[in-house]
C-alpha cells in the first residue's frame, strides 16, 4: 500500500461550523447526556433516533460523541454501526476521523485504518499528532512494516515525532514488527523521552529474551509507572525468570507503587508456574485488599495457581465462584485437573462445560486431548478430532500442536492407523509431529514403521533432536533390536553430536538387561555421567526376573531401594524374584518390611469406554451395576478356554496357596473383567480397546490371544509401556514384552 503525502495547508472543513450551536449548549443536551449510561446496542439506536428528530445529527459534536460511543464501548460492538453513521457525515472533522483510525485500528482488520487514512489524505486534509498513533497501533498489530516505516517518515516530514505519544507509537510499531534496532534508534533519536517509549522498547527486549537489556532500560526510566512496573515483571515472567519476578514484586510494593489488575495477573501467574504458594497466598489477600476479586481475569489466574500447585479444592470454590465464567475460567480448570492426572474430572468437567453452553476453543482442546489419550476415551477424542475440523481449522494459530495432540491421543487410544492418517493429512509438520508419530509406533512394537519415518524425516530436511532418539531406542526395547538399538545409541553422538540424557541410557539397559546381557549393562552404566535412577535399576531387576538371576537381583534391588526407599515397587519386584525361586523366608521378610512401613499394593485397574463412557474394574470387581452379567460372561470365556485347551499359568501368583485358588485369583484380573464387560456391550466383531494401569500378566495375555480367537474379536490392550494388539489367536509384540 502506497502512502501519499498529506498537503500542508489546512482544510476549511477543519475550521468550526458555523452552523454548529455553542458547545456548552451541546455538551449537555439531554440527548447527548444518554449517551453516558447506554449499554446496549438496541438502547444506542434509540438514543441515535432523538439525536436525529432533535437535529443534533448536523453537528459534528454529536456525531463524535456517538461514534466514539460506538468505538470503545466495553458493553457492545458497535463498530459497524461507527462506520454505517461515519458515511453519512458530509465533512467529518479531524476528530471523526481520529476516532474512525483508532476503531480500525482495533477491529480485526486493523489494516483497513490505513486503507482510511488513504482515503483522508486523498481529501486533502491533514492529520495531527493524536492520528500517528492510531495507524502506527494497525501497522503493529497488522504487521504491516513497509506502511509503518511510511508513517514514520510521514512523521518527521510534519514535525510529529517531537511528540511523546507519537515517538512511543513508533518505537512500539518496530518492536512489534521484529525490528528491534530500528525501535532503538527511534529511542536514542528521541532528546525527550517518556515512561512509554522506556515501556514500549523494554517489552521488544523482552519478547527477544534479552532481559539484561531490558532491565537496564528500566533501571534507567526517571520516574516510573505501573505500566513499566507491569512491562518488566511480565517480560521476566515470559522467559521463565520467576525469582526475578517476584523479587521486583516485592521492590514495586515496598515503592508503594499501586498495582492494578495486570500486575495482579502477572504476579499470580509467576507464583503458580515457580510453585510459590506462599506468596501466591498473600498475593491473594492483596487482590481482595484493592477489590479486584470480582474480576474474572484475577480469578482465572488465581483458578490457575491453586490448580497447579495440587489445591484443587480451592480452586473449585474460585471457578464456582464466578458469577459469569469465560472459556479461560473453563480451560484454566480443565488444564488444573489434567496437571495433576485427574483425567476423569477434566473429563467430566469439559462435558459440563459443553452443557453450559460455552464454545471450546483450541487450549479447551490442548488440555482434553490428554485426558482422552490416559483413560483411552477413544470416541470422545473422535468428536474432538471433528469438533477441530469444523469449527477451529484455519482459526487458530497453533494447529500443529492440536494436530499433534491428535497424533499422540489416537496412538495411546489404540488406533494407529488413525493417528497415521492425521500425521499424513498435516501439511506444516513440527519436530514434535515427527516425535510424536514415531513414539507412537514404538509403543504399538511397529519397530520398522518408525525407523521408515525416522528416514522419511531425514529426507524431509527435518534434523532429529534427543526427543527423537528416545522414541527410536525405545522402539528397539519394544521389539527386541539389539544390534539396531546398538547402532542407534552410538549415532546420536557420532552423527548427530547429541549428549545421551537418561532416558536414552534407561532404553538401552533396558534392552540389553532383556537380552541377559547384564555385564554390558553394568559397563554401561559405569560410563554414565550421571547416576542412574530408579527406572533403570527396576529394569534391570525385571530383567533379573525374567532369566531367574537371583544373585543380580538382589544386588540391583539394593540400589533401587537406596534410591527409593519408598517405593513399593522394588520390595515387590524382589518378593516376586524370591517366590519364583520358591524362598518364601526371605518374601516373607519382604512382606514383614511393606507392612511395617505403610506400604499399601496399587491395585491392577483396567478401563474400557463404551458409548463414550469409561468403565474402570479393579481385581475381583463387583460393584459395577451389570455385574451379574460381567460374571455370566466370565464364566463362558473360561468354559471356551479350557476347551480351547488353555491351561492357566500360575507362575506369576506368588502367594504360597494352593493350585485351584491360584487359577481363582487369576480369573479375576480387570483386564479379564473389562474384556468380558466389552464382550456383552458391544456387537460381535467390535474391536475392544482395553486400557491397564500395570503390565499385562502373562496368564492374561495368553488367555487374551485365545480369546481373540474363539470370539474373533480385534482385542487391543495397552499396559503401562506398550500395547498389545490381539487378533486371530496371535499378539503383535511376538510374546517379547
Given at each position: 500500500m502506497i502512502l501519499s503525502s498529506p498537503p500542508l495547508t489546512v482544510p476549511l472543513c477543519f475550521l468550526p461550523s458555523s452552523f454548529d450551536p455553542p458547545y456548552d449548549v451541546l455538551r449537555t443536551h439531554p440527548s447527548l447526556s444518554l449517551l453516558l449510561n447506554c449499554k446496549t446496542l438496541k438502547s444506542l439506536r434509540q438514543i441515535h433516533s432523538q439525536i436525529i428528530k432533535t437535529g443534533l445529527h448536523n453537528t459534528n459534536y454529536a456525531?463524535?460523541?456517538l461514534i466514539e460511543l460506538c468505538v470503545v464501548s466495553p458493553h457492545f460492538d458497535g463498530f459497524l454501526y461507527a462506520i454505517s453513521v461515519f458515511e453519512t457525515i458530509q465533512e467529518p472533522n479531524l476528530l471523526i476521523w481520529n476516532t474512525m483510525f483508532r476503531g480500525h485500528a482495533l477491529s480485526s482488520d486493523s489494516v483497513s485504518a490505513l486503507k482510511l487514512y488513504v482515503d483522508m489524505v486523498s481529501l486533502g486534509l491533514l492529520p495531527n499528532s493524536y492520528t500517528f498513533p492510531f495507524l502506527l497501533k494497525a501497522c503493529a498489530k497488522s504487521k504491516a512494516l513497509m506502511e509503518g516505516e511510511q508513517i514514520h517518515g510521514q512523521v518527521l516530514k510534519l514535525g510529529f515525532d517531537v511528540y511523546l505519544y507519537v515517538h512511543a507509537s513508533l518505537i512500539s510499531m518496530y518492536v512489534q514488527n521484529g525490528r528491534l534496532e530500528d525501535a532503538h534508534k527511534v529511542f536514542d533519536g528521541s532528546s525527550e523521552r517518556n515512561v512509554v517509549s522506556y515501556t514500549a522498547l523494554i517489552t521488544g527486549y523482552a519478547s527477544r529474551g534479552d532481559m539484561e537489556s531490558?532491565?537496564?532500560?528500566?533501571?534507567?526510566?526517571?520516574?516510573?509507572?505501573?505500566?513499566?512496573?507491569?512491562?518488566m515483571i511480565s517480560g521476566y515472567v515470559e522467559n521463565g525468570n520467576f525469582k526475578e519476578a517476584l523479587e521486583l514484586f516485592k521492590e514495586m510494593m515496598m515503592m508503594n507503587v499501586r498495582l492494578d489488575e495486570s500486575t495482579m495477573v502477572t504476579v499470580v501467574s509467576a507464583c503458580a508456574q515457580s510453585g510459590s504458594i506462599e506468596l501466591g497466598r498473600h498475593v491473594h489477600s492483596l487482590i481482595d485488599d484493592y477489590g479486584f476479586g470480582s474480576s474474572v481475569k484475577i480469578v482465572n489466574a488465581l483458578i490457575g495457581l491453586y490448580s497447579k500447585c495440587g489445591e484443587l479444592e480451592t480452586a473449585c470454590g474460585l471457578f464456582e465462584g464466578l458469577s459469569k465464567k469465560d472459556v479461560i475460567s473453563w480451560n484454566t480448570l480443565i488444564g488444573g485437573y489434567t496437571h495433576m492426572n485427574l483425567y476423569k474430572e477434566a473429563l467430566s468437567l469439559f462435558r459440563e462445560m459443553l452443557r453450559s453452553g460455552e464454545c471450546p476453543d483450541d487450549v479447551t482442546m490442548l488440555s482434553v486431548l490428554p485426558a482422552c489419550a490416559h483413560l483411552g476415551a477413544i470416541d470422545i477424542g473422535r468428536w474432538i478430532h471433528v469438533y477441530i475440523d469444523k469449527k477451529l481449522k484455519g482459526v487458530v494459530t497453533n494447529d500443529s500442536s492440536l494436530r499433534t495432540s491428535l497424533i499422540d491421543m489416537y496412538a495411546k487410544c489404540g488406533d494407529i492407523e488413525a493417528s497415521h492418517q492425521v500425521f499424513n493429512s498435516m501439511i506444516n509438520r513440527?519436530?514434535?509431529?515427527?516425535?510424536?508419530?514415531?513414539f507412537g509406533f514404538a509403543m504399538h512394537g511397529r519397530a520398522n514403521a518408525a525407523f521408515d519415518l525416522f528416514s522419511r524425516m531425514k529426507k524431509n530436511g527435518i534434523e532429529p533432536d534427543d526427543i527423537t532418539f528416545i522414541g527410536l531406542l525405545s522402539a528397539c526395547s519394544h521389539s527386541g533390536l539389539l544390534d539396531l538399538g546398538r547402532h542407534i545409541f552410538k549415532s546420536m553422538t557420532d552423527e548427530y553430536n547429541i549428549t545421551p540424557k537418561l532416558e536414552h541410557y534407561g532404553c538401552m539397559i533396558d534392552l540389553l538387561g532383556r537380552s541377559g546381557l547384564f555385564k554390558e549393562a553394568e559397563e554401561m552404566i559405569s560410563t554414565m555421567t550421571m547416576e542412574p535412577d530408579g527406572v533403570i535399576w527396576c529394569s534391570l531387576l525385571k530383567a533379573c526376573k525374567m532369566h531367574g538371576n537371583l544373585e543380580l537381583a538382589e544386588s540391583f534391588a539394593q540400589n533401587l531401594i537406596r534410591i527409593e526407599p519408598e517405593?513399593?515397587?522394588s520390595y515387590v519386584l524382589l518378593s516376586n524374584i524370591y517366590a519364583s525361586a520358591e524362598r518364601w523366608n526371605e518374601v516373607a521378610k519382604i512382606r514383614t518390611i511393606l507392612i511395617d512401613k505403610g506400604m499399601k499394593k496399587v491395585p491392577g485397574c483396567s478401563s474400557i469406554e463404551i458409548n463414550s463412557v469409561v468403565h474402570e474394574f479393579i481385581i475381583g470387581d463387583k460393584f459395577h451395576p451389570q455385574n451379574r452379567e460381567i460374571y455370566g460372561m466370565l464364566d463362558e470365556m473360561d468354559v471356551l478356554?479350557?476347551?480351547a485347551g488353555f491351561v492357566p499359568d500360575t507362575s506369576e501368583v506368588l502367594q504360597e496357596m494352593e493350585e485351584e485358588w491360584k487359577e481363582g485369583a487369576l480369573r479375576h484380573h480387570s483386564e479379564k473383567l473389562a474384556i468380558a464387560f466389552g464382550l456383552i456391550s458391544t456387537k460381535p466383531g467390535t474391536?475392544?480397546?482395553i486400557v491397564k494401569n500395570l503390565r499385562v500378566c502373562r496368564n492374561c495375555h495368553e488367555a487374551t490371544k485365545l480369546i481373540s480367537k474363539i470370539y474373533k474379536r480385534e482385542i487391543i490392550a495397552r499396559d503401562r509401556t506398550r500395547f498389545h494388539h490381539f487378533k486371530d489367536g496371535v499378539c503383535s509384540c511376538n510374546d517379547y514384552w
Open positions: 456525531l463524535s460523541k531490558a532491565r537496564k532500560l528500566f533501571d534507567e526510566i526517571p520516574v516510573k509507572d505501573v505500566v513499566s512496573w507491569n512491562a513440527s519436530l514434535s509431529s515427527w516425535n510424536a508419530m514415531i517405593n513399593r515397587g478356554l479350557e476347551e474391536k475392544l480397546t
